[in-house]
């Protein structure tokens, strides 16, 4: 008896252990898990559905999902030519019709996903208790928890911008140039949400001239 009850308590040990050796080894995913819970949780509490612009992209979302969609007849609002997001939402509205949620689901798992993705970002940057924090702080941040049920183009922008940003990062540190092919295939997908994207290139293009050696090295071949 005294034997089994020594077991029974090596056993409860060693689980005990094991939990806390996997929680140490994964406590990072674990936190991210809560804070990407938070997010969501605080983004349906302060859901704002649909807007004016809004409304113009389900307008012409579900235009082109009926057949119906004229460039020419777009009242002068840019929604009708952002096709990055008109495209994905008309499917949306295929698959699954057309509500309030899945108006604004794009931007929705965007916001979620880039809260997930600046975790990484900046744990690859940086180390991992930075990583939490930029997620955590992105979770709650007021502008971002405000739009996120919002049908707009600017935190779609951000996230795939973010993307792009980190596999330039990546293709710089890594010398893997198919990276950068990816990148402009991604900012292509951006300008066609929203013209302003643009800039990110000037980003690119400063980067490279004060930061990568090879730019320096490649301009004084060419012109020295």
Not at 25 to 54: A, H
Not at 151 to 178: Q, R, W
């Amino acid at each position: 008896m005294d034997e089994l009850i020594k077991n029974e308590s090596i056993i409860s040990k060693l689980k005990t252990h094991y939990i806390f050796v996997s929680f140490k080894k994964n406590y990072g995913l674990i936190l991210l898990f809560f804070i990407l819970t938070l997010g969501i949780f605080l983004r349906i509490t302060y859901f704002q559905g649909i807007d004016f612009d809004g409304s113009m992209y389900a307008l012409q979302a579900k235009n082109i999902l009926e057949g119906t969609y004229n460039i020419n007849d777009l009242h002068y609002y840019d929604q009708g030519v952002r096709y990055s997001i008109l495209l994905p939402l008309s499917l949306l509205y295929l698959i699954f019709g057309i509500s309030e949620w899945t108006t604004i689901f794009i931007v929705f798992i965007a916001s979620i996903l880039q809260v997930a993705f600046i975790y990484f970002f900046a744990k690859e940057l940086f180390n991992e208790k930075v990583g939490l924090i930029a997620a955590f702080l992105l979770a709650i941040f007021p502008l971002d928890v405000n739009n996120a049920t919002i049908l707009e183009a600017d935190i779609i922008i951000s996230f795939i911008t973010s993307i792009a940003v980190f596999l330039f990062y990546l293709g710089n540190k890594n010398g893997k140039k198919h990276y950068f092919f990816i990148v402009g295939l991604i900012l292509g997908f951006v300008l066609f949400a929203k013209i302003f994207s643009i800039l990110i290139f000037g980003v690119f293009f400063i980067y490279e001239i004060f930061f990568t050696k090879n730019f320096k090295k490649s301009l004084k071949t060419a012109f020295f």
